[in-house]
């Protein structure tokens, strides 16, 4: 048997051998690493384990709720939906009556979370000062993360944020997602969820 060489055959046989060698190469590299931030970032936001989402302004506050339904998406947090009742100094330190504006508040919420496959635990608080018992509440819970929407709309001499959100988002002992929403977008509650 004679073996003979033609130049079309080595040109397709070297084409074979760097096409074979250029993909085992490709297939081998070990990629860049990661920058350091972006590791610890994402390690961070898987090991939020429970998501504090105080109600303060019912249309606010709802979107908050998606806005923490679909940053936990395929984490499994818990929720915890809450309505901080403020009372006067004047006005003694108790819980009121069933209102139906704060459980309406509370059942939009909890409606919310539950279109994303959450199921939320709600719970009504009463205190002197709203921003201070969100962060108690936030240390009392474990709470990993707490989202807050709040109104485009402040008072006279108060910081963008509110006086609220603004004490929340300096003392609270984690993380805090603030969704600022513009006054026009905010959708009335309905009266007939529940």
Do not use: C
Not at 22 to 46: D, I, K, Y
Not at 120 to 145: K, M, N, S, Y
Request: charged letters at 20%; hydrophobic letters at 45%; zero cysteines.
């Amino acid at each position: 048997m004679k073996l003979t060489l033609s130049p079309l055959g080595i040109t397709l046989a070297v084409a074979f051998i760097v096409g074979l060698a250029g993909t085992l190469g490709w297939m081998l590299r070990v990629p860049p690493p990661a920058p350091r931030g972006a590791t610890s970032t994402l390690r961070s936001v898987e090991s939020i384990r429970k998501v504090l989402v105080p109600v303060l302004d019912l249309g606010a506050s709802v979107r908050a709720v998606e806005l923490a339904a679909r940053l936990n998406q395929g984490h499994k947090a818990e929720m915890v939906i809450v309505y901080v009742h403020e009372i006067p100094l004047q006005a003694p330190l108790v819980r009121p009556e069933r209102d139906p504006r704060i459980q309406r508040a509370l059942d939009a919420a909890a409606f919310i979370a539950t279109q994303h496959a959450i199921t939320p635990r709600t719970r009504v608080d009463v205190a002197r000062q709203a921003a201070h018992r969100i962060v108690e509440i936030a240390r009392e819970e474990g709470a990993d993360l707490i989202v807050m929407g709040i109104s485009g709309q402040n008072r006279p001499n108060e910081s963008p944020l509110g006086r609220i959100a603004e004490y929340v988002v300096r003392n609270a002992p984690v993380e805090v997602v603030v969704d600022r929403v513009p006054r026009h977008k905010i959708l009335p509650i309905p009266a007939d969820i529940g």
